[in-house]
């Protein structure tokens, strides 16, 4: 046992090393001065008279700190070099920056939005060398520039670029570090730019052969001040391009010739930029038929600090041992529950431990898959959230046959490897160890799209972060979650105070099994709404093939096995193929959703905005049937009697915004008020344009409250 325990601890020793590992590099940023560090590179390692060749301004920033772009935005200077005298090459043989594409920086919500750079930047620029050069060719600069994070601070650096004189030979690092950097500053527009200022806000006109990429988002990056950079960009698209809605800067100036930059996010491609120069003029035809979903596409997300980092993991901790309590995990955790008891039945404290750390391990395990996941999928253009997985019909559909199955063990039906309990002592068998590390993913995979208290906040910061940021967010939440029962199984003492096995036993497994047919009840239902009745039909059907499998197997005899394995492998793949029905992100698949029975309305950022013009008090349910919290609140307090008739007496707008299936402007609205999933409630007393964002568990006196400002 001593060893199998220590193999455990090794197995989650790696699993906690490699967390802490990957979010070294990011710590390591965060202390220090100063908060770039700036070097010059070039892309010859050796330089010939009279030859122009590019350098380049490389800037690393720590965490949480930017830079910025030629044209600053609402505040800040951009970073610039000067030549110093020791140089062995004159400041107008330099030519000026080559700006890569920026990244929307916002400062201050609906206030200021700069323009500017994240982590790192290189800014190329040519030297043309002497015609008289010869030994050693020296540029000595003074780089100063204004780096900020909630604070700006003005900072310089000193910095040479030294190389031989003699025939041209090329750095590979340098020229391929800088060829990089180059791809990403904006081209010239292949097709045709205008602006119509006839009336505010103005549109941007952009006509190019063959369209826009499908779900492409645009922005304008301006060079000058005419436009307010922080205002919206509506945009419409049609078969020969797209437009833009400009909200003038208040200077009322009109100039003659718009021009800046457009950014082109376009779904699962990198971001590109192309130079415009629109004259007044027309909209072209064909470029402003359609209203396209906004989307935060090129805005930088804020990268958190060392300090708030560790917040937000003791807050994923915390959250993490509260999940245990949530609706959606309780059903699990009964198998748990029932292999602590036959764990502890054995006398051995051993049995326990290794019991905890392996359910630990499928805990820790199955979050830190997530984060990988997350992280593999997320695109700049749209917003990921929690739960994801449980807008995909296969993943349901799957989900839904294992609960199933789970309940069928409970029954008795079959058993999943030696029971502990028949060994009366000694080693925890395969299926004893391989049963808790099951047990510890299948609570993760059920509570991950729970968002109770704590983790709301923890996770809506982070989803955004570097990959260092999300892995430690996710491992702590997976830690907290497994924390009680690792206390439990490792504490001396406490897992004598488990009550002793008995015939009870039995009855209560069977018990701890209607909850989980229950819950695979509910999944079906959740199943219908993303892939419709007929994929309900076949995971029904699938179910009847697992018990035919279990059937047969019991039946003995090499042939049936198989064909029993065959049963069992049909029973889970047929009906997640027939689920398996394309459902792209839509926007107003919310609205598709409302039937009326629940709500006012369907929930709708205009709509609100026309609720609040009406001086009506405004409701919002961020929910989806696949969200146990949000089920558990709707019976508790937003269906009951007491709440409706007081919605009703004070004119109340109650909105629902269903996020069962994909929809990127609830998704955008989520991540806009620093949510990574549903439930998401929003109030919006009389007048006010901003909303409370109330807690994701809710009780009929906190809702009644709002009403009387209690």
């Not at 060079?223 to 049609?238: D, L, M, S, T």
């Amino acid at each position: 046992m001593t060893s199998l325990l220590r193999k455990l601890a090794r197995v989650l020793g790696l699993v906690t090393g490699l967390s802490l590992a990957a979010t070294a590099p990011a710590m390591a940023q965060l202390g220090g001065e100063p908060r770039a560090d700036v070097q010059l590179v070039a892309d010859q390692a050796q330089v010939a008279p009279g030859m122009t060749f590019y350098a380049a301004m490389q800037m690393d920033m720590q965490p949480g700190w930017h830079v910025y772009w030629q044209n600053a935005g609402d505040a800040g200077l951009p970073p610039r070099l000067i030549v110093e005298e020791t140089s062995s090459v004159p400041a107008d043989a330099i030519g000026e920056f080559l700006w890569p594409l920026p990244e929307l920086l916002l400062v201050a919500e609906d206030q200021i939005m700069d323009y500017g750079y994240t982590r790192r930047v290189v800014l190329p620029f040519p030297i043309t060398v002497p015609q008289d050069a010869t030994g050693t060719f020296r540029l000595d600069v003074e780089a100063d520039y204004l780096i900020c994070e909630t604070i700006c601070i003005p900072e310089t650096a000193f910095v040479s670029l030294i190389l031989p004189v003699g025939p041209a030979r090329e750095d590979a690092a340098g020229g391929g570090l800088i060829g990089e950097w180059i791809q990403k500053v904006p081209t010239a527009f292949a097709g045709e730019a205008a602006f119509d200022a006839s009336e505010a806000p103005w549109t941007l006109s952009l006509k190019l052969p063959g369209g826009f990429p499908d779900g492409a988002q645009i922005r304008y990056f301006p060079f000058q001040h005419e436009i307010r950079h922080v205002a919206a960009q509506p945009q419409r698209v049609g078969p020969e391009g797209a437009s833009l809605r400009l909200t003038p800067s208040r200077s009322g100036m009109v100039p003659e010739t718009l021009a800046g930059v457009i950014r082109v996010d376009a779904p699962g491609a990198e971001p590109v930029g192309f130079e415009i120069f629109a004259a007044q003029g027309a909209v072209f035809p064909g470029t402003d038929d359609t209203d396209v979903v906004p989307a935060r596409a090129a805005l930088a997300p804020e990268v958190i600090g060392l300090g708030h980092l560790m917040v937000l993991a003791g807050l994923a901790l915390l959250g993490g041992v509260i999940l245990n309590l949530m609706p959606c995990v309780l059903p699990v955790l009964s198998m748990k529950a029932i292999g602590m008891v036959q764990a502890a039945a054995t006398g051995h404290a051993g049995e326990v431990r290794a019991h905890g750390l392996w359910y630990t391990a499928g805990v820790i395990v199955s979050f830190l898959a997530l984060a990988g996941v997350i992280l593999a999928i997320r695109t700049p253009a749209e917003a990921l959230t929690l739960g994801f997985q449980m807008q995909n019909a296969p993943t349901v559909a799957i989900l839904t046959l294992v609960m199933f199955a789970v309940g069928l063990w409970l029954m008795g039906f079959f058993e999943l490897g030696l029971s502990i309990q028949n060994t009366g002592s000694g080693l925890a068998s395969r299926g004893g160890a391989m049963g808790a590390f099951f047990t510890g993913v299948l609570a993760a995979v059920v509570g991950a799209p729970c968002v109770g208290p704590f983790l709301a906040v923890a996770l809506g910061a982070v989803m955004t972060q570097p990959a260092p940021a999300v892995i430690a967010v996710f491992f702590a939440m997976g830690l907290g979650m497994a924390l009680p029962f690792l206390i439990l199984s490792f504490v001396p003492g406490l897992h004598r105070l488990l009550p002793k096995p008995g015939s009870w036993m039995e009855t209560l497994k069977q018990a701890f099994a209607f909850p989980m047919f229950l819950t695979a009840a509910w999944l079906l239902s959740v199943l219908v709404s993303l892939a419709g009745a007929a994929a309900a039909g076949w995971t029904v059907a699938g179910a009847t093939a697992l018990v035919f499998a279990v059937w047969l197997a019991r039946q003995g005899g090499g042939v049936r096995r198989a064909v029993a394995a065959v049963a069992l492998a049909a029973g889970f793949i047929y009906p997640a193929m027939q689920a398996n029905v394309p459902a792209p992100a839509v926007a107003g698949s919310g609205e598709a959703l409302f039937d009326g029975s629940y709500g006012e309305a369907a929930w709708s950022p205009e709509l609100v905005d026309s609720l609040i013009a009406e001086g009506r008090p405004v409701f919002v349910d961020f929910t989806a049937s696949w969200c146990a919290s949000c089920q558990v609140n709707k019976m508790t307090t937003l269906k009951t009697r007491r709440v409706r008739e007081a919605f009703e007496a004070a004119d109340v707008a109650f909105l629902v915004a269903d996020f069962t299936q994909k929809d990127p402007v609830i998704a955008a609205e989520l991540q806009r008020r620093g949510r990574a999933g549903v439930p998401m409630y929003l109030w919006y007393p009389a007048g006010e344009s901003e909303p409370q964002i109330l807690p994701e568990l809710l009780s009929q006196d906190l809702v009644l409250g709002l009403l009387t400002g209690r």
